[in-house]
């Protein structure tokens, strides 16, 4: 099994994004998170394209962007534009999934549904051959810094056996990505409940000193030896 690492920038210094981006590829991070919400969908307003264009020559890393925006579609070619590799949005915010996850594809990014805790798995049933990605929610989206809600686990066994079954059909795999409260003490656990791509905000751009370019390292290694003992 390859584990990727995706800290999310939520938790970086805003002030210095494409420092950060650099730092924590440096220590590395296998693709950058990138958190989009607009204050309608959820109730947090941060970053969108402009932005994303402005790190993408910080890092040749995919950038993961989570879309937390409702309508979906518009905005979808300004992220394939401005650099985007892996677009995800939430099947609430998208009138026509499967018109939706077709946009993404047709911009020339990889596409993913991102499951609330409420939002059943059924989502993905008939779209399955245009997923590349299924990403878990383990805390309400809005925030970073919350904690891992438990029930994830036994949600991720249940998505992980519908991708491993549609993966023995097919011989297509699909990334089944976690975020939300992801920290060296649970990523073990949320692994072997079948993850294999982990969000992590506040545990990644929360350690160190600030004044340290190599302060990412030692939270980077720690999470990686968790994931070595699965
Ligand atoms: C929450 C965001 C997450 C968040 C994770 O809505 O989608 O990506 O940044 O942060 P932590 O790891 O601190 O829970
Ligand atoms: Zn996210």
């Not at 494409?18 to 970053?47: C, K, Q, R």
């Not at 992220?79 to 590799?85: R, S, V």
């Not at 992801?182 to 990523?187: G, P, R, S």
């Not at 600030?210 to 030692?218: A, C, H, K, L, V």
């Amino acid at each position: 099994m390859t584990y990727r690492i995706a800290p999310s920038l939520l938790s970086a210094d805003f002030a210095k994004l494409g420092e950060e981006v650099a730092h924590v590829i440096a220590s590395g991070a296998d693709w950058i998170h990138f958190d989009v919400m607009d204050n309608h969908y959820v109730p947090n307003l941060t970053i969108g394209p402009l932005v994303c264009e402005a790190i993408r020559p910080c890092t040749t890393a995919p950038i993961d962007v989570h879309l937390m925006v409702k309508p979906v579609d518009r905005i979808v070619p300004d992220f394939a534009k401005a650099g985007a590799n892996i677009i995800t949005f939430h099947p609430e915010g998208s009138e026509h999934v499967d018109r939706t996850l077709g946009l993404i594809r047709d911009s020339g990014c990889q596409a993913g549904l991102v499951f609330n805790p409420a939002t059943p798995l059924t989502w993905m049933d008939h779209v399955m051959d245009k997923l590349d990605v299924v990403l878990l929610m383990s805390v309400n989206p809005g925030y970073g810094g919350q904690s891992f809600i438990p029930g994830t686990l036994d949600k991720l066994r249940e998505a992980r056996a519908k991708i491993d079954a549609y993966a023995q059909k097919t011989g297509r795999r699909i990334l089944l990505e976690v975020d939300g409260g992801v920290k060296v003490d649970n990523i073990a656990e949320i692994a072997r409940a079948g993850a294999d791509t982990f969000v992590a905000g506040s545990a990644v751009f929360g350690a160190g000193k600030d004044s340290d370019p190599q302060r990412y390292n030692s939270v980077m290694a720690s999470l990686r030896s968790a994931l070595a003992g699965v």
